[in-house]
């Protein structure tokens, strides 16, 4: 099975700061026959069920605004808020949909500073 | 508009089994693989069981293989999990999930969830 580890498990962030968290798998998530990383990025906010940010390390879904970013390859994978607003405050999963069994981190709790 | 909306969940002792529905709309259900994920109190996400757009293909989850079995009814555009022996440590909510694609590819719309208690 693929382990997913994210650092930090918690990041205060003040408003309008640069929000860095990280992700890291135990085997390359990279496919051979495309040479894509499957790896994926998602938001859950309190009471609220998951929403995907990022597909593919680094594609943004549509409407999620472009202060979010992804970045990485292979095992080492990065998500940035550029600028932390308010409404930014969730958890923050990582996974990867490379092989089965799928598996997420374990998660990266940003509030305010 | 895509809307996932569970049923099935609720209290049930220890051994026991359920059965969760997933009831899908706003977009061609044949041509996604479908997902369940679990969220226990505080936690964080767990998948449990994937299935592909014809149901050819499935997966589950080490911790549940065995007690559990995935199902999708293309013409009900409905997903199924059927799960036995159930046991406290399953307490959760249930999270049916659309995949991007229609075999590996993420999770791009998730339901409300339904919470399975296990409990005495």
């Known amino acids: 099975d693929i382990v997913m580890t994210q650092s930090p498990d918690s990041l205060p962030v003040s408003l309008g700061e640069r929000a860095t968290i990280n992700c890291k798998s135990s085997q390359s998530v990279v496919h051979s026959s495309n040479n894509k990383n499957y790896l994926a990025w998602y938001q859950q906010k309190p009471g609220q069920p998951p929403k995907l940010l990022i597909s593919w390390a680094s594609t943004r879904e549509s409407g999620v605004p472009d202060r979010f970013s992804g970045s990485g390859s292979g095992t080492d994978f990065t998500l940035t808020i550029s600028s932390l607003q308010a409404e930014d405050v969730a958890v923050y999963y990582c996974q990867q949909y490379h092989s089965s069994p799928l598996t997420f981190g374990p998660g990266t709790k940003v509030d305010i500073k | 508009e895509v809307q996932l909306v569970e049923s099935g969940g609720g209290l049930v002792q220890p051994g026991g089994s359920l059965r969760l529905s997933c009831a899908a709309s706003g977009f061609t259900f044949n041509d996604f693989a479908m997902h369940w994920v679990r969220q226990g109190p505080g936690r964080g996400l767990e998948w449990v069981s994937g299935i592909s757009w014809n149901g050819a293909n499935m997966g589950y989850a080490d911790s549940m293989k065995g007690r559990i079995s995935i199902s999708r009814d293309n013409a009900k555009s409905s997903l199924y999990l059927e799960i036995n022996s159930l046991r406290p440590e399953d307490t959760a909510f249930f999270f049916c999930?659309?995949?991007?694609?229609?075999?590996?590819?993420?999770?791009?719309?998730w339901g409300q969830g339904t919470l399975v208690t296990v409990s005495s």
């Open positions: 999930v659309k995949g991007a694609n229609w075999n590996l590819g993420a999770f791009d719309f």
